[in-house]
Nanobody, 126 residues
Framework: QVQLVDSGGDLVQPGGSLRLSCAASGISMDRYSIVWIRHAPGKDRERVSCISRMVGTTYLAESVKGRFTIARDNAKNTEYLQMDSLKPEDTAVYYC???????????????????WGQGTQVTVSS
């Protein structure tokens, strides 16, 4: 069975850093594009980042460029979202997700993915 487990969320002060993890089982992560999505209360879900394994392209939301980066550890079948210079507006539940199509589907207005993590809470507040 395929499972994604995201973790690493916490309460941090503005300007602080967090590293979120997305651990996969049932798939080889290096063959799939993992998308990070966040959902703040009262707002629509928003794509944050994705690396396309198909073409090797990295996508980042404009609001996080220069602050968030993506890395993966093939040995652990885990992808990481490194979040630096955090702002209060980054507060949200963060999810990792993937599609069996193996694409980011970055420009699709619908967030249709086959597998989702359970979500991890990131709160940025002083």
């Amino acid at each position: 069975q395929v499972q994604l487990v995201d973790s690493g969320g916490d309460l941090v002060q503005p300007g602080g850093s967090l590293r979120l993890s997305c651990a996969a089982s049932g798939i080889s992560m290096d063959r799939y594009s993992i998308v990070w999505i966040r959902h703040a209360p009262g707002k629509d879900r928003e794509r944050v980042s994705c690396i396309s394994r198909m073409v090797g392209t990295t996508y980042l939301a404009e609001s996080v460029k220069g602050r968030f980066t993506i890395a993966r550890d093939n040995a652990k079948n885990t992808e990481y979202l490194q979040m630096d210079s955090l702002k209060p507006e980054d507060t949200a539940v963060y999810y990792c997700a993937t599609s069996l199509e193996r694409r980011c589907n970055w420009s699709d207005r619908l967030l249709r993915y086959d597998y989702w993590g359970q979500g991890t809470q990131v709160t940025v507040s002083s």
